[in-house]
């Protein structure tokens, strides 16, 4: 059957990071949707359509190029439920999805929007990132409320989009996003 990973992100602005954990789900899935959102939990720094041409950078700046990722404003919503729905009506429904969330969102996941209607829709897939340890107890909780999760066997860089826009560390973007960011003034 086709396995889809659907993989949304805030990508304010996307780091190396992102392009790993890109380049690792496309080695592992048939399809992958990704989209640029605005977080219910975050405030953005720059605008989502700003955020989506950084992706595009940061997707075809993956050697080699990969041709079964699909980067789409359409996917995009503030309620990844919603994305899923978006998701369903280009791939269909006779695929396994899979909801791409790093590990720092394993405990939150459950305060999410209409849970158990996106839990019936989808697998969740966890990253793992540095700094934020897989807990037994929220993987337990995240049953207990009908989850199914895999969790990806991926080493993705320490880096995140916190680091650039508190600090400016320019080292956790990749040379095409370092250079949308300067031409457009963006996060100044």
């Not at 789900?25 to 955020?51: C, E, M």
């Amino acid at each position: 059957m086709t396995k889809i990973a659907l993989f949304g992100t805030s990508a304010d602005p996307p780091t190396a990071g992102h392009q790993s954990i890109i380049r690792w789900l496309s080695d592992h899935f048939n399809y992958v949707g990704i989209w640029a959102a605005d977080n219910p939990y975050k405030n953005h720094q720059t605008s989502l359509d700003h955020r989506i041409a950084m992706l595009k950078l940061l997707i075809d700046n993956i050697d080699p190029p990969r041709h079964n990722i699909y980067l789409s404003k359409s996917l995009s919503h503030r309620r990844s439920l919603m994305s899923v729905g978006k998701a369903k009506e280009i791939w269909g429904n006779n695929v396994n999805y899979f909801l791409v969330i790093g590990s720092d969102l394993v405990k939150q996941i459950r305060q999410w929007y209409r849970i158990d209607e996106l839990l019936a829709e989808v697998s969740i897939l966890i990253i793992p990132r540095p700094g934020y340890a897989i807990n037994e107890s929220d993987l337990k909780a995240l049953e207990e409320i009908g989850g199914k999760y895999e969790i990806a066997e991926l080493n993705a860089p320490a880096v995140s989009s916190t680091a650039y826009r508190k600090h400016g560390n320019e080292t956790v973007l990749i040379q095409p996003v370092q250079d949308y960011i300067h031409q457009e003034k963006l996060y100044a």
